[in-house]
């Protein structure tokens, strides 16, 4: 099975930037739909954005945040401008073996990756 490891979070002020990276453990071009969730404390766990054929982003991501892919490095990326407090959340990368469907649903991703801080100071 694949495995997925987040990296690039921390501590950035509101308007700043980052750009998370979710390596896999295995090919994922043409195999899997990636996505980015987050999850805020005392909040459910709401889909950022996702990527296999074509890239599909929530509202709240629309026109700042960039998801892509590298197939070379089986790595997926999440690239965040315009940052603000209320994106504070911790970030999962997860996988399904469905690759020309996006979905947005949590409960449809079978891979997860450990999570990574992101925090937005005012």
């Known amino acids: 099975q694949v495995q997925l490891v987040e990296s690039g979070g921390g501590l950035v002020q509101a308007g700043g930037s980052l750009r998370l990276s979710c390596a896999a453990s295995?090919?994922?071009?043409?195999?899997?739909?990636v996505a980015w969730f987050r999850q805020a404390p005392g909040k459910e766990r709401d889909i950022v954005a996702t990527?296999?054929?074509?890239?599909y982003y929530a509202d709240s991501a629309k026109g700042r945040f960039t998801i892509s892919r590298d197939n070379a490095k089986n790595t997926v990326y999440l690239q965040m401008n315009s940052l603000k407090p209320e994106d504070t959340a911790v970030y999962y990368c997860?996988?399904?073996?469905?690759?020309?469907?996006?979905?947005?649903?949590?409960?449809?991703?079978?891979?997860w990756g450990q999570g990574i801080q992101v925090t937005v100071s005012s």
């Open positions: 997860a996988a399904r073996a469905a690759w020309l469907t996006n979905s947005p649903f949590a409960h449809e991703y079978d891979y």
């Open positions: 295995e090919q994922i071009f043409g195999r899997y739909g």
């Open positions: 990527i296999g054929d074509l890239p």
